[in-house]
Protein backbone atom coordinates (compact mmCIF):
# COMPACT_ATOMS: atom_id res chain seq x y z
CA UNK A 1 0.00 0.00 0.00
CA UNK A 2 0.93 3.85 0.02
CA UNK A 3 2.14 4.81 4.03
CA UNK A 4 2.01 8.28 3.07
CA UNK A 5 2.05 11.36 0.65
CA UNK A 6 3.21 14.18 1.58
CA UNK A 7 4.08 17.72 0.10
CA UNK A 8 6.32 20.49 2.16
CA UNK A 9 6.71 24.24 0.55
CA UNK A 10 9.24 26.90 1.76
CA UNK A 11 7.90 30.73 1.69
CA UNK A 12 8.67 33.91 3.02
CA UNK A 13 12.76 32.74 3.64
CA UNK A 14 12.07 31.34 6.91
CA UNK A 15 8.54 29.68 6.89
CA UNK A 16 7.25 26.41 5.35
CA UNK A 17 3.95 24.72 5.20
CA UNK A 18 3.24 20.27 4.53
CA UNK A 19 0.28 19.10 3.77
CA UNK A 20 0.29 15.24 4.36
CA UNK A 21 -1.95 12.02 3.69
CA UNK A 22 -1.37 8.58 5.52
CA UNK A 23 -3.09 5.94 7.52
CA UNK A 24 -3.57 6.38 11.58
CA UNK A 25 -4.58 3.04 12.01
CA UNK A 26 -5.33 -0.24 9.85
CA UNK A 27 -6.41 -3.24 9.97
CA UNK A 28 -6.03 -6.26 7.19
CA UNK A 29 -6.12 -9.55 8.45
CA UNK A 30 -7.79 -13.04 7.92
CA UNK A 31 -7.51 -16.41 10.07
CA UNK A 32 -9.46 -19.50 9.54
CA UNK A 33 -9.39 -22.78 11.81
CA UNK A 34 -11.29 -26.27 11.59
CA UNK A 35 -11.90 -28.32 14.48
CA UNK A 36 -13.30 -31.91 14.65
CA UNK A 37 -16.86 -32.03 16.33
CA UNK A 38 -18.24 -35.27 16.42
CA UNK A 39 -18.27 -36.70 12.88
CA UNK A 40 -17.94 -33.19 11.59
CA UNK A 41 -15.93 -30.44 11.38
CA UNK A 42 -16.63 -26.59 12.60
CA UNK A 43 -14.75 -23.64 10.78
CA UNK A 44 -14.11 -20.66 12.48
CA UNK A 45 -12.85 -17.64 10.50
CA UNK A 46 -11.84 -14.29 11.61
CA UNK A 47 -11.76 -11.08 9.47
CA UNK A 48 -10.54 -7.46 9.96
CA UNK A 49 -10.84 -4.44 7.55
CA UNK A 50 -10.86 -0.65 7.50
CA UNK A 51 -8.41 2.31 7.75
CA UNK A 52 -8.31 5.13 10.16
CA UNK A 53 -6.98 7.90 7.88
CA UNK A 54 -4.87 11.00 9.10
CA UNK A 55 -5.36 14.41 7.16
CA UNK A 56 -2.53 17.00 8.13
CA UNK A 57 -1.73 20.29 7.80
CA UNK A 58 1.39 21.79 9.18
CA UNK A 59 3.25 25.13 9.23
CA UNK A 60 7.14 25.71 10.80
CA UNK A 61 9.45 28.66 11.40
CA UNK A 62 13.38 28.69 11.08
CA UNK A 63 14.17 30.83 14.25
CA UNK A 64 17.72 30.01 12.98
CA UNK A 65 18.75 30.35 9.41
CA UNK A 66 22.64 30.81 8.55
CA UNK A 67 25.41 28.70 6.88
CA UNK A 68 26.43 27.14 9.50
CA UNK A 69 23.59 26.14 12.09
CA UNK A 70 19.72 26.05 11.02
CA UNK A 71 16.83 25.41 13.46
CA UNK A 72 13.34 25.27 13.13
CA UNK A 73 10.34 24.26 15.04
CA UNK A 74 6.88 23.26 13.68
CA UNK A 75 3.22 22.15 14.39
CA UNK A 76 0.93 19.85 12.62
CA UNK A 77 -3.00 19.55 13.17
CA UNK A 78 -3.47 16.60 12.33
CA UNK A 79 -8.02 15.29 11.54
CA UNK A 80 -8.49 11.81 11.91
CA UNK A 81 -11.59 9.79 10.64
CA UNK A 82 -12.35 6.50 9.58
CA UNK A 83 -14.05 2.94 10.22
CA UNK A 84 -12.54 -0.52 10.50
CA UNK A 85 -14.46 -3.79 11.03
CA UNK A 86 -14.05 -7.20 13.04
CA UNK A 87 -15.90 -9.74 11.67
CA UNK A 88 -16.70 -13.45 13.27
CA UNK A 89 -17.97 -16.64 11.09
CA UNK A 90 -18.74 -20.22 12.13
CA UNK A 91 -20.07 -22.87 10.26
CA UNK A 92 -20.35 -26.85 10.27
CA UNK A 93 -18.38 -28.04 7.29
CA UNK A 94 -20.21 -31.39 6.33
CA UNK A 95 -24.05 -30.87 7.66
CA UNK A 96 -26.11 -30.21 4.37
CA UNK A 97 -27.80 -26.51 4.35
CA UNK A 98 -26.45 -26.27 7.81
CA UNK A 99 -26.99 -22.45 8.99
CA UNK A 100 -23.94 -20.64 9.61
CA UNK A 101 -23.18 -17.47 12.15
CA UNK A 102 -21.77 -14.54 11.66
CA UNK A 103 -21.37 -11.38 13.52
CA UNK A 104 -19.70 -7.70 12.47
CA UNK A 105 -18.49 -5.21 15.37
CA UNK A 106 -18.21 -2.02 13.36
CA UNK A 107 -15.71 0.95 14.98
CA UNK A 108 -15.31 4.26 13.67
CA UNK A 109 -14.22 7.43 15.22
CA UNK A 110 -12.92 10.82 14.72
CA UNK A 111 -10.77 13.06 16.25
CA UNK A 112 -8.81 16.26 16.26
CA UNK A 113 -4.45 15.94 17.74
CA UNK A 114 -1.62 17.99 17.45
CA UNK A 115 2.16 17.56 16.89
CA UNK A 116 5.38 19.57 17.99
CA UNK A 117 8.54 19.16 16.08
CA UNK A 118 12.52 20.87 16.04
CA UNK A 119 14.56 20.28 13.83
CA UNK A 120 18.27 21.69 14.32
CA UNK A 121 20.86 20.94 11.09
CA UNK A 122 24.18 22.23 11.90
CA UNK A 123 27.24 22.29 8.87
CA UNK A 124 30.79 20.66 10.52
CA UNK A 125 32.44 21.31 7.70
CA UNK A 126 32.07 22.21 3.66
CA UNK A 127 31.37 18.41 3.51
CA UNK A 128 30.01 16.51 6.68
CA UNK A 129 25.85 17.41 8.23
CA UNK A 130 24.47 16.50 11.72
CA UNK A 131 20.88 17.00 11.94
CA UNK A 132 18.76 16.31 15.00
CA UNK A 133 14.93 16.15 14.91
CA UNK A 134 11.94 15.82 17.64
CA UNK A 135 8.55 15.40 17.59
CA UNK A 136 5.99 14.50 20.20
CA UNK A 137 2.31 14.04 20.13
CA UNK A 138 0.00 14.55 23.47
CA UNK A 139 -2.27 12.25 25.17
CA UNK A 140 -5.07 12.37 22.41
CA UNK A 141 -8.71 11.53 22.58
CA UNK A 142 -11.05 10.12 19.89
CA UNK A 143 -14.83 10.30 19.81
CA UNK A 144 -16.41 7.13 18.30
CA UNK A 145 -19.57 4.72 17.48
CA UNK A 146 -19.49 1.15 18.40
CA UNK A 147 -22.40 -1.33 16.61
CA UNK A 148 -22.57 -5.01 16.84
CA UNK A 149 -24.76 -7.31 14.44
CA UNK A 150 -25.23 -10.94 14.78
CA UNK A 151 -27.00 -12.70 11.59
CA UNK A 152 -27.61 -16.53 10.23
CA UNK A 153 -26.82 -17.65 7.36
CA UNK A 154 -26.92 -20.93 4.90
CA UNK A 155 -24.32 -19.59 2.36
CA UNK A 156 -21.54 -17.33 3.80
CA UNK A 157 -20.35 -16.39 0.31
CA UNK A 158 -24.05 -14.53 -0.41
CA UNK A 159 -24.05 -11.73 2.51
CA UNK A 160 -27.41 -10.59 0.57
CA UNK A 161 -29.03 -14.01 2.26
CA UNK A 162 -28.11 -13.03 6.03
CA UNK A 163 -30.66 -12.87 8.33
CA UNK A 164 -30.37 -10.64 11.12
CA UNK A 165 -30.54 -12.11 14.76
CA UNK A 166 -29.94 -9.10 16.94
CA UNK A 167 -28.57 -5.49 16.82
CA UNK A 168 -27.26 -4.36 19.45
CA UNK A 169 -27.39 -0.31 18.09
CA UNK A 170 -24.73 2.40 17.62
CA UNK A 171 -23.27 3.34 20.91
CA UNK A 172 -21.21 6.14 21.72
CA UNK A 173 -17.52 5.94 22.71
CA UNK A 174 -14.04 7.66 23.31
CA UNK A 175 -11.14 6.04 22.38
CA UNK A 176 -8.08 7.57 24.67
CA UNK A 177 -4.19 7.32 23.14
CA UNK A 178 -1.11 7.75 25.36
CA UNK A 179 1.35 10.30 24.49
CA UNK A 180 4.12 9.58 21.86
CA UNK A 181 7.46 11.11 21.13
CA UNK A 182 10.66 10.51 18.59
CA UNK A 183 13.94 11.64 18.68
CA UNK A 184 16.14 10.66 15.64
CA UNK A 185 20.15 11.93 14.60
CA UNK A 186 21.16 12.08 10.91
CA UNK A 187 24.96 12.49 9.47
CA UNK A 188 25.72 13.10 6.03
CA UNK A 189 28.63 13.21 4.40
CA UNK A 190 29.37 14.18 0.34
CA UNK A 191 32.44 13.11 -1.26
CA UNK A 192 33.70 14.75 -4.37
CA UNK A 193 36.09 14.03 -7.47
CA UNK A 194 37.16 16.23 -9.86
CA UNK A 195 37.99 15.59 -13.32
CA UNK A 196 39.28 19.07 -14.71
CA UNK A 197 40.24 17.87 -18.22
CA UNK A 198 36.77 16.77 -18.91
CA UNK A 199 35.35 19.18 -16.80
CA UNK A 200 33.41 16.88 -14.49
CA UNK A 201 32.52 16.97 -11.27
CA UNK A 202 31.16 14.08 -9.24
CA UNK A 203 29.51 14.39 -5.61
CA UNK A 204 28.78 11.53 -3.67
CA UNK A 205 26.76 11.44 -0.35
CA UNK A 206 26.48 8.78 2.21
CA UNK A 207 24.01 9.35 4.91
CA UNK A 208 23.86 7.43 8.26
CA UNK A 209 20.42 7.64 10.82
CA UNK A 210 19.47 6.92 13.88
CA UNK A 211 15.67 7.26 15.41
CA UNK A 212 14.52 5.51 18.68
CA UNK A 213 10.72 6.14 19.23
CA UNK A 214 8.48 5.91 22.29
CA UNK A 215 4.62 5.29 22.98
CA UNK A 216 2.76 4.83 25.80
CA UNK A 217 0.11 2.15 24.68
CA UNK A 218 -0.10 0.88 28.38
CA UNK A 219 -2.62 4.72 28.51
CA UNK A 220 -5.08 3.15 26.04
CA UNK A 221 -8.46 3.15 26.93
CA UNK A 222 -12.02 3.09 25.87
CA UNK A 223 -15.05 4.49 27.52
CA UNK A 224 -18.63 4.09 26.83
CA UNK A 225 -21.17 6.56 27.25
CA UNK A 226 -19.08 7.79 30.31
CA UNK A 227 -17.74 11.43 29.01
CA UNK A 228 -15.45 11.78 32.59
CA UNK A 229 -11.88 10.50 31.36
CA UNK A 230 -11.23 9.06 34.74
CA UNK A 231 -14.56 6.65 34.79
CA UNK A 232 -13.38 3.59 36.98
CA UNK A 233 -15.10 1.43 34.33
CA UNK A 234 -13.03 1.94 31.72
CA UNK A 235 -11.90 -0.65 29.55
CA UNK A 236 -8.07 -1.21 29.50
CA UNK A 237 -6.64 -2.72 26.46
CA UNK A 238 -3.54 -3.72 29.29
CA UNK A 239 -1.00 -2.62 26.51
CA UNK A 240 2.32 -2.30 27.54
CA UNK A 241 5.00 0.65 26.68
CA UNK A 242 6.36 0.26 23.17
CA UNK A 243 9.29 1.58 21.72
CA UNK A 244 11.33 1.14 18.52
CA UNK A 245 14.91 1.54 17.39
CA UNK A 246 15.63 2.06 13.75
CA UNK A 247 19.05 2.22 12.05
CA UNK A 248 19.71 2.71 8.31
CA UNK A 249 22.14 4.13 5.84
CA UNK A 250 21.98 5.20 2.32
CA UNK A 251 24.38 6.10 -0.37
CA UNK A 252 24.25 8.30 -3.55
CA UNK A 253 26.70 8.04 -5.92
CA UNK A 254 26.14 11.16 -8.05
CA UNK A 255 23.89 14.21 -6.34
CA UNK A 256 24.83 17.13 -7.73
CA UNK A 257 25.36 17.21 -11.47
CA UNK A 258 27.98 19.76 -12.46
CA UNK A 259 29.84 20.94 -16.18
CA UNK A 260 28.94 19.01 -18.99
CA UNK A 261 28.02 15.91 -17.16
CA UNK A 262 25.72 13.12 -18.45
CA UNK A 263 25.12 11.10 -15.05
CA UNK A 264 24.24 7.60 -16.03
CA UNK A 265 20.83 6.46 -14.46
CA UNK A 266 22.27 4.24 -11.55
CA UNK A 267 24.88 6.87 -10.25
CA UNK A 268 21.18 9.47 -9.59
CA UNK A 269 20.13 6.04 -7.76
CA UNK A 270 19.52 6.06 -4.33
CA UNK A 271 20.83 2.82 -2.29
CA UNK A 272 19.14 1.78 1.28
CA UNK A 273 20.23 -0.48 3.84
CA UNK A 274 18.09 -0.50 7.34
CA UNK A 275 17.93 -2.59 10.65
CA UNK A 276 15.05 -2.06 12.71
CA UNK A 277 13.55 -3.38 16.29
CA UNK A 278 10.46 -3.26 17.88
CA UNK A 279 9.48 -3.90 21.54
CA UNK A 280 5.29 -4.41 20.82
CA UNK A 281 2.41 -3.24 23.08
CA UNK A 282 0.83 -6.90 23.22
CA UNK A 283 2.30 -9.81 25.25
CA UNK A 284 2.31 -13.66 25.74
CA UNK A 285 2.54 -15.43 28.78
CA UNK A 286 3.67 -12.44 30.62
CA UNK A 287 6.43 -12.00 27.85
CA UNK A 288 6.27 -8.35 25.36
CA UNK A 289 6.34 -9.10 22.03
CA UNK A 290 9.26 -8.27 20.17
CA UNK A 291 10.12 -7.80 16.16
CA UNK A 292 13.45 -7.65 14.12
CA UNK A 293 13.26 -6.20 10.45
CA UNK A 294 16.13 -5.71 8.15
CA UNK A 295 15.26 -4.00 4.80
CA UNK A 296 16.98 -2.60 1.53
CA UNK A 297 15.74 -0.09 -0.52
CA UNK A 298 16.39 1.88 -3.63
CA UNK A 299 15.17 5.41 -4.30
CA UNK A 300 15.33 6.15 -8.38
CA UNK A 301 15.48 9.85 -9.34
CA UNK A 302 12.54 11.72 -11.62
CA UNK A 303 13.47 14.59 -13.32
CA UNK A 304 10.97 16.83 -14.12
CA UNK A 305 13.13 19.85 -15.55
CA UNK A 306 16.40 21.56 -14.38
CA UNK A 307 15.06 23.12 -11.58
CA UNK A 308 12.66 20.81 -10.25
CA UNK A 309 13.59 16.78 -9.18
CA UNK A 310 11.29 14.37 -7.56
CA UNK A 311 11.75 10.09 -6.94
CA UNK A 312 9.99 7.00 -6.62
CA UNK A 313 11.34 4.87 -3.58
CA UNK A 314 11.10 1.08 -3.15
CA UNK A 315 11.88 -1.29 -0.34
CA UNK A 316 11.38 -4.64 0.54
CA UNK A 317 11.93 -5.36 4.64
CA UNK A 318 12.95 -9.32 6.01
Known amino acids: GIPEIGLGLSF ?12 FSNKNYSITTMNPIGTDTIMHKYIGSGSINQVSGGLSFNILNNDKVKWGIGANANGVFGQVRDERQAQLMATSSALAGVEYQNRSGAAFMMD ?15 T ?33 ISQL ?29 MERTRSSLWTTSVNFASQDYSADRMY ?3 ANPTDANALSFNYKNATSLHIGTEFTPQVIIEGANIVKFFNRATYRIGFVNKKLPFSVANTQLNEWTTS ?4 IPMVIDRRMESSIHFSLGM
Not at 12 to 22: H, M, P
Not at 116 to 130: G, K, M, S, V, Y
Not at 141 to 152: E, R, V
Request: aromatic share 12%.
Open 12 to 23: AKRFGIAFALKP
Open 116 to 130: FETILQANLTENDEL
Open 132 to 164: FGGTFRPETQMSGKTNTLLMTTTNLNEPANYNS
Open 169 to 197: GEKDVRYVYGHQWKAGLTYSRKFKMVNAK
Open 224 to 226: GTV
Open 296 to 299: VGMG
